[in-house]
């Protein structure tokens, strides 16, 4: 699994670092960092998902590997 | 194939309509989606209520500008940045986001929980109050004006001139724009006197900091720092209040709703989202196009006004599951309350602070309550406060 931040989309809603405290934090103007593409560990795959499913601009882009 | 937007015989203005906007939101998503409204303010807009439709309009700034003249609110001039489209609307937003950035309201949390206290201790042991009057307009106006550098004595004027422009008691759109017109013109001269005092002298609000606040190089006229100060003084005096408002008035009339966030104060920052979604006290807010469009098979002029409905989005069945159940634990809420988009409600985190330090604070002390026997809720049409929210304990 794999979590990336769209910086087109972000509103600084900053419902992914409510959410997914481990994943994510504010930046100093209230936005989501880091957004850089990265794998997410196994014990915060839950996380990454609640960030996924309760962004309202749909900001957060989760990859599920296949293999 | 498409028809002009139907009328319909709802105006979203009455106050029986806006105890159950729900159920209205509902009839208009699925059989009027693009509606004119009848009622006095309404004349001439186009209200849409999809979720689809409402987050086109508010990712597509250059279609559906939030330019002022959207929405008549007692302003001369744009208000800062909430009037200011794209690619000035970023500069200005830029400047001011880190006043409100969730890293500061850790600093104000404080002295929030302190005010709750005071205003909690003196019903406490009343066994009622009105919880309006006594604890949902104090305490965010107080801190605003606090936060702001208005002067604290004079809050009470301050929140009447808010009302003269977001509830005036206006019996005709010329009255009305008369009314909202003379007081905006208070609003300015408050500020006005305000703002020229923080340029000769400096203090630790943010009107200062605005002032110091630089945008492509270059500090602030003295203008566009009286107008950021109309957006937040409208803002800042009238939401977090309906907010809290309509959070109390819910929990107060569902007991394990209200049990639960009594035994389990974490569930407060949860329980605080799942209330923005289906209460949605703003439920609404204005654009305009700037070209012929089209949504949900209707054209739409070029220069229409344009009522979003965003309470009407974060119920719709076409996105969410069981939209009208209130679930605490819902695994996915994408709730539109500070609306989205480049404008996305700029105090969003300072009033989710207050929200969750006035409802821990308030279950920690009054953990059972209930409305007053026999309480007819009265909600304001527009922004929906609870003015009579009588509760017992």
Redesign the interface.
């Known amino acids: 699994m794999r979590i990336r931040v769209d910086t087109e989309l972000c509103?600084?809603?900053?419902?992914c670092?409510?959410l997914a405290p481990d994943l994510f934090e504010?930046?100093?103007?209230?936005?989501s960092q880091p957004t850089a593409e990265r794998p997410v560990p196994s014990e915060l795959a839950d996380q990454a998902r609640?960030a996924f499913?309760?962004?309202?601009?749909?900001a957060v882009i989760l990859t599920e590997e296949t293999s | 194939m498409t028809d002009a937007a139907p009328d319909s015989h709802y105006t979203l203005e009455r106050p029986e309509e806006a105890v159950d906007p729900q159920s209205i939101y509902r009839d208009l998503r699925d059989n009027t989606p693009v509606v004119q409204l009848s009622g006095r303010s309404t004349t001439g807009t186009l209200t849409i209520s999809r979720h689809e439709d409402v987050m086109t309009a508010l990712r597509t700034p250059e279609l559906f500008s939030s330019d002022s003249s959207a929405v008549q609110i007692g302003n001369t001039r744009p208000l800062v940045p909430l009037q200011v489209d794209p690619p000035h609307h970023s500069k200005h937003r830029?400047a001011l986001?880190?006043l409100?950035?969730?890293?500061q309201m850790v600093k104000y949390e404080p002295r929030v929980r302190e005010l709750i206290r005071e205003l909690i201790d003196e019903v406490a042991d009343n066994g009622h109050c009105n919880f309006h009057d006594d604890i949902a307009e104090p305490l965010p106006s107080t801190i605003f004006v606090e936060l702001l550098g208005l002067p604290v004595s004079r809050v009470d004027e301050f929140l009447a001139l808010k009302d003269g422009i977001i509830r005036p008691p206006a019996r005709s759109l010329e009255e009305r724009y008369e009314m909202v017109k003379a007081t905006g013109q208070k609003i300015y001269a408050v500020l006005e006197e305000v703002v020229e005092a923080r340029m000769a002298e400096r203090q630790d609000d943010f009107l200062s900091t605005i002032i110091d606040a630089k945008v492509d190089g270059q500090p602030l006229s003295r203008d566009d720092v009286v107008d950021i100060g109309y957006l937040f003084f409208l803002a800042g005096l009238d939401t977090v209040s309906a907010s809290l408002d309509c959070i109390v008035a819910y929990l107060a009339q569902n007991p394990d709703h209200r049990q639960r966030v009594a035994d389990d104060p974490a569930i407060i920052?949860h329980a605080i989202?799942e209330l923005l979604r289906y209460e949605s006290p703003v439920p609404i807010v204005p654009r305009i196009t700037t070209a012929d469009t089209e949504m949900s098979g209707c054209p739409i002029a070029e220069g229409s006004r344009i009522t979003v409905l965003l309470g009407s989005a974060n119920t719709d069945e076409r996105v969410w599951d069981n939209p009208h159940l209130v679930d605490f634990d819902r695994?996915?809420?994408?709730?539109?309350g500070?609306g989205?988009?480049?404008h996305?409600c700029l105090g969003?985190?300072l009033a989710?602070m207050e929200l969750r330090v006035a409802l821990e604070e308030w279950h920690d002390r009054v953990p059972d309550y209930r409305l007053a026997d026999g309480l007819e809720l009265r909600y304001s049409p527009g922004i929906r406060q609870v003015d009579n929210l009588e509760l017992v304990w």
């Not at chain 1, 499913?53 to 749909?58: G, I, K």
């Not at chain 2, 409100?100 to 890293?103: R, S, V």
């Not at chain 2, 695994?331 to 539109?336: A, I, P």
């Open positions: 509103q600084g809603h900053g419902r670092y409510m504010a930046d100093d103007d209230g936005y609640r499913m309760n962004c309202p601009e749909d | 830029k986001d880190p409100f950035a969730p890293k920052p989202e695994e996915s809420n994408k709730h539109l500070f989205g988009g480049v996305r969003s985190h989710r």
